[in-house]
C-alpha cells in the first residue's frame, strides 16, 4: 500500500502546466493513497480514484482571500470511501473511513495551521485535532501538513514538538516520517496497523516554482513470516 502526501501550493485552475506537473508525478508514483493540501478542486485523478474533500473556500476566509475551486485537503483512494465523519472544521480537516488490503483504516488528513505554525490558528488546529484523534477508535492514518518538523530545524518550536511527540506516543502512534530533515509533510498510523510490516518512504525534491514542500511517498507492506 503505497500513500503520498503533500501540499501542492495553492494551484490555481488557469496553470495548466503546473496541474499537469503535479499529476504527472503523483502518477508516476503509482499511488493506492493521495493526500493533497492546499490544493484545488480542479485536481482529479480519473475513476480508478474515490474522493473526499474539505470544503471549497469562500473567496475571503479568515482574512485570507482565495481563488476559484481552493481547498484545504483533498483525499483520492483506490479503496471505497465506506463511512465519512464529520470534523471540528470541515474546511481544514476531513475524515472517512476505507478497507484497506490489511483491514480496516480511518483517514484523518489536514492542515495544521493554514498560515504557518505560529499563530492563533495553529494553536486552535493543534489543541482541536488531537481531541479528535484521541477520540478515535480503531486504527487510524493522520496525514496532510502538520507545519511541524519533527528533525532537523525546530518548527515551529522545541516545546511544541515534544508534546506533540509525547502525544502520539500515548496513543500508541508512530511518526512514519519523523526523520525527514525540515519536513512539515507527515504520515502517523496505530503500531497495530503497522504490526508485521514494513515502511519505506522518501522525499521527491520539488522545485520551489511548484510548491515550497517536497513530495512524501510511504510504502507499507508485509513481512513475509
Request: proline letters at 4%; one cysteine or more.
Amino acid at each position: 500500500m503505497k500513500i503520498i502526501s503533500w501540499n501542492i501550493a495553492r494551484p490555481k485552475v488557469n496553470q495548466h502546466s503546473k496541474i499537469s506537473f503535479i499529476k504527472n508525478i503523483i502518477e508516476s508514483e503509482k499511488p493506492d493513497l493521495i493526500v493533497l493540501t492546499e490544493t484545488s478542486r480542479c485536481l482529479d485523478f480519473g475513476k480508478a480514484y474515490h474522493e473526499l474533500y474539505s470544503e471549497t473556500l469562500p473567496a475571503l476566509h479568515e482574512n485570507q482571500i482565495y481563488e476559484e475551486k481552493e481547498n484545504r485537503v483533498s483525499f483520492f483512494s483506490k479503496y471505497a470511501i465506506e463511512e465519512q465523519y464529520a470534523t471540528y472544521d470541515p474546511y481544514t480537516s476531513i475524515c472517512g473511513k476505507i478497507t484497506t488490503d490489511f483491514g480496516p483504516l480511518t483517514m484523518y488528513l489536514s492542515i495544521i495551521g493554514s498560515f504557518g505554525g505560529r499563530d492563533s490558528y495553529f494553536t486552535h488546529d493543534l489543541h482541536c485535532q488531537k481531541e479528535e484523534i484521541k477520540n478515535m477508535k480503531g486504527n487510524i492514518c493522520y496525514s496532510g501538513d502538520f507545519n511541524i518538523s519533527f528533525s532537523g530545524w525546530k518548527y515551529p518550536g522545541k516545546k511544541i514538538i515534544d508534546e506533540t511527540k509525547t502525544f502520539f506516543t500515548h496513543h500508541n502512534l508512530e511518526i512514519l516520517t519523523e526523520k525527514n530533515e525540515n519536513s512539515a509533510i507527515h504520515i502517523v498510523m496505530n503500531n497495530n496497523f503497522l504490526k508485521n510490516k514494513t515502511v519505506t518512504q522518501h522525499m521527491i525534491p520539488i522545485d520551489r516554482k511548484i510548491s515550497d514542500h517536497h513530495l512524501l511517498s510511504c510504502t507499507i507492506e508485509p513481512i513475509n513470516l
